[in-house]
């Protein structure tokens, strides 16, 4: 069975600092591909970023990056900086190698308040 | 800008009526999604198409959700006869190539059912 647990429900932080979303991920495929979205409070999931299970360099965009470790199956989402029109609902997501079937977690709840 | 594009953006009818909740995807797009994201479950897959094809529906309801898709223009997803507990957000979402690959989101539809 597949499974993706975001354990930060909400976290809330003052604007520039840096904030750290956890991913842990749960599969038995050697194949798969993580992502993730974001949520803004207009209710339209943005995508992210997508990993396939054989890269796991770390991936950075401008204040986004993304730590990736098969080792302990996470897929971290750190952002550098924070600034208001960061906060959302970010979701981790999860999907195999069949490749239709995704599974998100339950989102995190960012604030980041100026 | 391509979008998928969803109608209508908010709908409340009563108890017993037939609902249906319209999806454009983007123009190339081959696979069509629907989600349902309520606050105790979040995201859930309802169906999954794959160029028209529906390919999985195992999230649906079967007695009273019904998903199609006439064109390539055209996802159609309806409730008959629709439930208080089917108040929720639907998303349409569309990709390029397949579930393991990233998908673009529309708006949502909230259904309010009374």
């Known amino acids: 069975a597949q499974k993706v647990t975001q354990a930060q429900t909400e976290i809330s932080v003052v604007e520039k600092e840096d904030v750290t979303l956890d991913c842990v991920y749960e599969?038995?495929?050697?194949?798969?591909?993580l992502f993730w979205y974001k949520q803004p409070p207009s209710g339209e999931l943005v995508f992210l970023i997508r990993r396939n299970s054989f890269d796991e360099q770390n991936e950075i965009s401008g204040r986004y990056s993304w730590n990736f470790q098969k080792s302990t199956s996470s897929f971290n989402f750190t952002i550098t900086a924070s600034q208001v029109v960061d906060s959302a609902v970010y979701f981790c997501?999860?999907?195999?190698?069949?490749?239709?079937?995704?599974?998100f977690g339950a989102g995190t709840r960012l604030f980041v308040k100026a | 800008d391509a979008r998928v594009t969803q109608t209508p953006r908010h709908k409340v009818t009563e108890m017993g009526q037939e609902v249906t909740m319209r999806c454009q995807p983007i123009l190339g797009h081959n696979t069509v999604f629907w989600y349902r994201q309520t606050m105790m479950q979040g995201l859930e897959l309802l169906a999954y198409f794959r160029n028209r094809a529906p390919l999985d529906d195992s999230g649906m309801p079967k007695d009273r959700f019904s998903a199609e898709m006439p064109d390539a223009t055209l996802a159609t997803l309806k409730i008959q006869p629709s439930e208080p507990r089917d108040s929720a957000v639907y998303f349409c979402?569309?990709?390029?190539?397949?579930?393991?690959?990233?998908?673009?989101f529309g708006p949502g539809t909230r259904l309010t059912v009374t």
């Open positions: 599969t038995r495929d050697t194949t798969y591909y």
């Open positions: 979402a569309s990709g390029p190539r397949g579930g393991a690959y990233e998908q673009y």
């Open positions: 997501a999860l999907s195999n190698t069949g490749g239709f079937k995704t599974i």
